[in-house]
T-cell receptor, first 114, second 109 residues
Framework: GAVVSQHPSWVICKSGTSVKIECRSL??????MFWYRQFPKQSLMLMAT?????????EQGVEKDKFLINHASLTLSTLTVTSAHPEDSSFYIC??????????FGQGTRLTVV | GQNIDQPTEMTATEGAIVQINCTYQ??????LFWYQQHAGEAPTFLSY??LDGLEEKGRFSSFLSRSKGYSYLLLKELQMKDSASYLC??????????WGAGTKLIIKP
Protein backbone atom coordinates (compact mmCIF):
# COMPACT_ATOMS: atom_id res chain seq x y z
CA GLY A 1 0.00 0.00 0.00
CA ALA A 2 0.88 3.65 -0.23
CA VAL A 3 3.45 4.87 2.25
CA VAL A 4 2.57 8.00 4.16
CA SER A 5 5.17 9.73 6.27
CA GLN A 6 4.07 12.20 8.92
CA HIS A 7 6.52 14.37 10.78
CA PRO A 8 7.14 15.00 13.61
CA SER A 9 5.87 12.02 15.58
CA TRP A 10 5.57 14.09 18.70
CA VAL A 11 6.14 17.70 19.60
CA ILE A 12 5.96 19.80 22.72
CA CYS A 13 5.52 23.52 22.29
CA LYS A 14 4.87 26.54 24.43
CA SER A 15 1.47 28.15 24.51
CA GLY A 16 1.21 30.89 21.89
CA THR A 17 3.70 29.42 19.46
CA SER A 18 2.96 27.74 16.12
CA VAL A 19 3.66 24.17 15.13
CA LYS A 20 3.87 22.74 11.62
CA ILE A 21 3.07 19.11 10.89
CA GLU A 22 4.05 17.59 7.56
CA CYS A 23 2.34 14.76 5.73
CA ARG A 24 4.17 13.24 2.78
CA SER A 25 2.95 10.63 0.36
CA LEU A 26 6.15 8.80 -0.52
CA UNK A 27 5.07 6.66 -3.45
CA UNK A 28 1.72 8.00 -4.53
CA UNK A 29 0.61 11.30 -5.96
CA UNK A 30 -2.09 12.44 -3.62
CA UNK A 31 -4.65 14.87 -4.96
CA UNK A 32 -6.57 14.61 -1.73
CA MET A 33 -5.33 14.32 1.83
CA PHE A 34 -7.31 14.41 5.05
CA TRP A 35 -6.40 15.81 8.44
CA TYR A 36 -7.90 14.29 11.58
CA ARG A 37 -7.69 15.03 15.26
CA GLN A 38 -8.17 12.41 17.93
CA PHE A 39 -8.55 13.12 21.63
CA PRO A 40 -7.83 10.30 24.08
CA LYS A 41 -10.40 7.51 23.98
CA GLN A 42 -12.41 9.33 21.35
CA SER A 43 -13.03 8.71 17.69
CA LEU A 44 -11.17 10.33 14.84
CA MET A 45 -12.62 13.70 13.93
CA LEU A 46 -12.11 15.05 10.45
CA MET A 47 -10.74 18.56 10.57
CA ALA A 48 -10.30 19.33 6.91
CA THR A 49 -9.89 17.95 3.43
CA UNK A 50 -6.77 19.14 1.67
CA UNK A 51 -6.83 19.37 -2.12
CA UNK A 52 -3.65 19.92 -4.10
CA UNK A 53 -3.49 23.35 -5.62
CA UNK A 54 -6.62 24.68 -3.97
CA UNK A 55 -7.91 25.82 -0.61
CA UNK A 56 -8.68 23.21 2.00
CA UNK A 57 -12.26 22.41 2.94
CA UNK A 58 -12.75 22.73 6.68
CA GLU A 59 -15.32 20.92 8.76
CA GLN A 60 -17.83 22.88 10.74
CA GLY A 61 -16.38 24.18 13.94
CA VAL A 62 -12.75 24.02 12.80
CA GLU A 63 -11.10 27.44 12.67
CA LYS A 64 -9.36 27.82 9.33
CA ASP A 65 -7.23 30.70 10.59
CA LYS A 66 -5.97 28.61 13.46
CA PHE A 67 -5.35 25.39 11.57
CA LEU A 68 -3.62 26.42 8.37
CA ILE A 69 -3.43 23.77 5.70
CA ASN A 70 -1.20 23.96 2.66
CA HIS A 71 -1.19 21.33 -0.07
CA ALA A 72 1.28 22.81 -2.51
CA SER A 73 2.32 19.60 -4.21
CA LEU A 74 0.96 16.15 -4.94
CA THR A 75 3.17 14.65 -2.25
CA LEU A 76 3.06 17.12 0.60
CA SER A 77 0.39 18.64 2.79
CA THR A 78 1.13 20.64 5.91
CA LEU A 79 -0.99 21.52 8.92
CA THR A 80 0.12 24.49 10.99
CA VAL A 81 -1.41 24.97 14.39
CA THR A 82 -1.08 28.69 15.01
CA SER A 83 -1.00 30.32 18.45
CA ALA A 84 -1.32 26.91 20.07
CA HIS A 85 -3.11 26.55 23.40
CA PRO A 86 -3.17 23.62 25.83
CA GLU A 87 -6.61 22.62 24.56
CA ASP A 88 -5.04 22.02 21.14
CA SER A 89 -3.04 19.17 22.66
CA SER A 90 -4.16 16.11 20.73
CA PHE A 91 -3.15 13.39 18.31
CA TYR A 92 -3.19 14.71 14.74
CA ILE A 93 -3.32 12.23 11.88
CA CYS A 94 -3.19 12.72 8.14
CA UNK A 95 -4.39 10.29 5.55
CA UNK A 96 -3.94 10.03 1.82
CA UNK A 97 -6.87 9.12 -0.36
CA UNK A 98 -5.72 6.39 -2.71
CA UNK A 99 -9.09 5.30 -4.08
CA UNK A 100 -12.75 5.28 -3.11
CA UNK A 101 -12.09 2.33 -0.85
CA UNK A 102 -8.60 2.98 0.41
CA UNK A 103 -6.91 5.64 2.44
CA UNK A 104 -3.56 5.26 4.11
CA PHE A 105 -2.69 7.00 7.32
CA GLY A 106 0.43 8.71 8.50
CA GLN A 107 1.98 7.71 11.80
CA GLY A 108 0.29 10.56 13.62
CA THR A 109 1.68 13.48 15.58
CA ARG A 110 1.18 13.82 19.29
CA LEU A 111 1.07 17.52 20.12
CA THR A 112 1.43 18.71 23.68
CA VAL A 113 1.07 22.42 24.36
CA VAL A 114 2.43 23.57 27.71
CA GLY B 1 -28.11 12.94 13.70
CA GLN B 2 -25.53 10.47 12.58
CA ASN B 3 -24.34 7.83 14.98
CA ILE B 4 -22.00 4.87 15.10
CA ASP B 5 -22.26 2.53 18.09
CA GLN B 6 -19.73 -0.08 19.09
CA PRO B 7 -18.83 -1.55 22.48
CA THR B 8 -16.26 0.38 24.44
CA GLU B 9 -14.20 -2.60 25.50
CA MET B 10 -14.05 -6.36 25.04
CA THR B 11 -11.85 -9.07 26.48
CA ALA B 12 -10.97 -12.36 24.80
CA THR B 13 -8.52 -15.20 25.21
CA GLU B 14 -5.54 -15.92 23.00
CA GLY B 15 -6.46 -18.47 20.35
CA ALA B 16 -10.18 -17.80 20.63
CA ILE B 17 -12.64 -15.99 18.36
CA VAL B 18 -14.16 -12.58 19.04
CA GLN B 19 -16.89 -10.63 17.27
CA ILE B 20 -16.98 -6.85 17.48
CA ASN B 21 -20.33 -5.34 16.55
CA CYS B 22 -21.07 -1.98 14.99
CA THR B 23 -24.47 -0.42 14.42
CA TYR B 24 -24.96 2.79 12.51
CA GLN B 25 -27.52 5.43 11.69
CA UNK B 26 -26.28 7.72 8.96
CA UNK B 27 -27.68 9.92 6.25
CA UNK B 28 -27.04 7.60 3.35
CA UNK B 29 -24.55 4.80 3.04
CA UNK B 30 -21.55 4.44 0.78
CA UNK B 31 -19.55 1.76 2.50
CA LEU B 32 -18.35 0.66 5.92
CA PHE B 33 -14.73 0.41 6.99
CA TRP B 34 -12.96 -1.34 9.84
CA TYR B 35 -9.61 -0.08 11.08
CA GLN B 36 -7.20 -1.34 13.71
CA GLN B 37 -5.46 1.18 15.90
CA HIS B 38 -2.72 0.33 18.37
CA ALA B 39 -2.29 2.76 21.23
CA GLY B 40 -0.51 5.91 20.14
CA GLU B 41 -0.45 4.90 16.50
CA ALA B 42 -2.46 5.77 13.43
CA PRO B 43 -5.25 3.46 12.24
CA THR B 44 -4.51 0.76 9.71
CA PHE B 45 -7.08 -0.42 7.20
CA LEU B 46 -8.63 -3.84 7.78
CA SER B 47 -11.70 -4.16 5.59
CA TYR B 48 -14.32 -2.48 3.44
CA UNK B 49 -17.93 -3.61 2.95
CA UNK B 50 -20.43 -1.98 0.63
CA LEU B 51 -22.66 -4.95 -0.21
CA ASP B 52 -24.42 -7.25 2.24
CA GLY B 53 -22.55 -10.31 3.27
CA LEU B 54 -19.26 -11.55 4.61
CA GLU B 55 -15.83 -10.49 3.44
CA GLU B 56 -13.04 -12.77 4.57
CA LYS B 57 -9.40 -11.78 4.72
CA GLY B 58 -7.18 -14.22 6.55
CA ARG B 59 -7.96 -14.32 10.25
CA PHE B 60 -10.25 -11.30 9.94
CA SER B 61 -13.75 -11.25 8.46
CA SER B 62 -16.26 -8.43 8.22
CA PHE B 63 -20.01 -8.73 7.77
CA LEU B 64 -22.54 -6.15 6.66
CA SER B 65 -26.33 -5.95 6.73
CA ARG B 66 -27.45 -2.64 5.25
CA SER B 67 -31.11 -3.22 6.06
CA LYS B 68 -30.24 -3.61 9.73
CA GLY B 69 -27.57 -0.92 9.81
CA TYR B 70 -25.23 -3.50 11.28
CA SER B 71 -21.74 -4.82 10.80
CA TYR B 72 -19.37 -7.00 12.71
CA LEU B 73 -15.68 -7.70 12.62
CA LEU B 74 -14.74 -11.30 13.39
CA LEU B 75 -11.24 -12.09 14.56
CA LYS B 76 -10.17 -15.74 14.66
CA GLU B 77 -7.20 -17.45 16.26
CA LEU B 78 -6.55 -14.41 18.40
CA GLN B 79 -2.96 -13.40 19.01
CA MET B 80 -1.59 -11.10 21.68
CA LYS B 81 -0.68 -8.59 18.97
CA ASP B 82 -4.39 -8.24 18.16
CA SER B 83 -4.78 -6.22 21.35
CA ALA B 84 -5.79 -2.84 19.94
CA SER B 85 -8.75 -0.60 19.32
CA TYR B 86 -10.98 -1.46 16.40
CA LEU B 87 -12.71 1.43 14.69
CA CYS B 88 -15.87 1.20 12.63
CA UNK B 89 -16.45 4.00 10.13
CA UNK B 90 -19.31 4.59 7.71
CA UNK B 91 -19.22 6.76 4.61
CA UNK B 92 -22.41 8.74 4.29
CA UNK B 93 -24.24 10.16 1.29
CA UNK B 94 -21.81 13.09 1.16
CA UNK B 95 -18.90 10.65 1.09
CA UNK B 96 -17.87 11.78 4.56
CA UNK B 97 -16.49 9.20 6.97
CA UNK B 98 -18.37 8.99 10.24
CA TRP B 99 -16.23 7.31 12.89
CA GLY B 100 -17.20 5.19 15.86
CA ALA B 101 -15.35 5.71 19.12
CA GLY B 102 -13.64 2.37 18.77
CA THR B 103 -13.69 -0.90 20.69
CA LYS B 104 -10.68 -1.62 22.86
CA LEU B 105 -9.90 -5.32 22.57
CA ILE B 106 -7.88 -6.88 25.37
CA ILE B 107 -6.36 -10.29 24.70
CA LYS B 108 -5.48 -12.46 27.69
CA PRO B 109 -3.13 -15.43 27.59
Amino acid sequence: GAVVSQHPSWVICKSGTSVKIECRSLDFQATTMFWYRQFPKQSLMLMATSNEGSKATYEQGVEKDKFLINHASLTLSTLTVTSAHPEDSSFYICSVKVSDTEAFFGQGTRLTVV
Amino acid sequence: GQNIDQPTEMTATEGAIVQINCTYQTSGFNGLFWYQQHAGEAPTFLSYNVLDGLEEKGRFSSFLSRSKGYSYLLLKELQMKDSASYLCAVRDSNYQLIWGAGTKLIIKP
